[in-house]
């Protein structure tokens, strides 16, 4: 058995005639970690807090149809709810179910004599 030959490798062009070696940094003026935390130690960072207008998602319907394939649906809600379909006719069926749920969800509709 004989050995395959390389592919060419792109070679790059001759090398250039001006400065040849990168200079050293210079020395920083500071900054870094505070005092007291030892080096190569992350600190903790929070993140800032968020001043949304209260709504957060309940629900999440996943749809995957690539082309020429069988699609998938997955129903998923807070309340508990997780269903799947495969197929065409299961599928459409799973993504109206999903539209009712929304309407009947018991996290999504307010008790009777609930403030809103």
């Known amino acids: 058995m004989s050995p395959r030959p390389h592919p060419h490798l792109k070679c790059l062009p001759s090398t250039p005639t001006g400065p040849g070696i990168a200079e050293p ?8 970690a505070p005092k007291g935390v030892a080096e190569g130690v992350p ?12 709504r957060y998602p309940v629900a999440w319907l996943t749809i995957s149809a690539p ?7 997955t129903s998923v ?25 929304r309407d009947l969800c018991p996290l999504r509709t307010h008790q009777e004599g609930a403030a809103i």
């Not at 940094?25 to 870094?32: I, V, Y």
């Not at 082309?67 to 649906?73: E, K, Q, S, Y």
């Open 77 to 101: 809600c807070a309340c508990g709810r997780n269903l799947f379909a495969a197929g065409h006719r299961k599928a459409l069926a799973l993504i109206e179910d999903h539209t009712c749920h």
């Open 67 to 73: 082309r020429g394939a069988v699609p998938t649906v």
């Open 43 to 54: 600190t903790a960072v929070r993140p800032a807090p968020q001043t949304g207008d209260g």
């Open 25 to 32: 940094a210079l020395p920083g003026t500071g900054g870094g």
